[in-house]
């Protein structure tokens, strides 16, 4: 069984539209990551949390919030989708290390068109 | 501002050698990293460099220069299946890693 596990893996929604990404890992990691990738700009961070009272917004969180259920739960819900958020959703997991410098797990993806 | 700069596509044939650059510009730096990704699947990790000088594993090798501010990813005995989207990322003082748009590797027969 994976590690990390993201559903749906493929959602089409219409604009306004409130939607939830979620994701689960058995690696007993405490710290869990949300990035948006886009064709020729990488993976850019939208939410991370390193405990489940501990959690930051990342570069690009304007549009989107997030839930962190229980150690192993992470959320990411879009309350109002619009046709830019169309993108590919990696979540992430990664065990505490020094800053910045553990390697981290991620999922397979969800792929999410707002027409 | 933190940046990373690495070149969008690389080309090489089959059995040859590939570097692929990375620069970056950043306050607060704690190393870097690369990652591997197949045609939209999940980044999976290749490589950190902590400190300045040249990591291996297998065909993959990494190097840092923290006073040049770069590093690079060199990857030995090219294969077909290592055509792939390589990242470079680094952890900063933010606690996160930030990432680099990506370098797409296509390999050659």
């Given at each position: 069984d994976a590690d990390v596990t993201q559903t749906p893996r493929n959602r089409i929604t219409k604009t306004g539209k409130r939607i939830m990404l979620e994701c689960s890992q058995?690696?007993?990691?405490d710290r869990m990551y949300w990035y948006r990738q886009d064709p020729g700009l990488g993976l850019r961070l939208i939410y991370y949390s390193f405990d489940v009272k501990d959690i930051n917004k990342g570069e690009i969180s304007d549009g989107y919030s997030v839930s962190r259920?229980?150690?192993a739960k992470f959320s990411l819900s879009l309350e109002s989708a619009i046709p830019n958020q169309t993108a590919l959703y990696f979540c992430a997991t990664s065990d505490a290390g020094f800053e910045g410098t553990d390697t981290q797990y991620f999922g397979p993806g969800t792929r999410l068109t707002v027409l | 501002g933190q940046s990373l700069e690495q070149p969008s596509e690389v080309t090489a044939v089959e059995g040859a050698i590939v570097q692929i650059n990375c620069t970056y510009q950043t306050s607060g730096f704690y190393g870097l990293s690369w990652y591997q990704q197949h045609d939209g699947g999940a980044p999976t990790f290749l490589s950190y460099n902590g400190l300045d000088g040249l990591e291996e594993t297998g065909r993959f090798s990494s190097f840092l220069s923290r006073s040049d501010s770069y590093g690079y990813l060199l990857l030995q005995e090219?294969?077909?299946?290592?055509?792939a989207s390589y990242f470079c990322a680094f952890g900063g003082s933010a606690r996160q890693l930030t990432f680099g748009s990506g370098t797409q590797l296509t390999v050659l027969p």
């Open positions: 058995t690696k007993g990691h259920q229980a150690q | 090219l294969q077909m299946k290592d055509s």
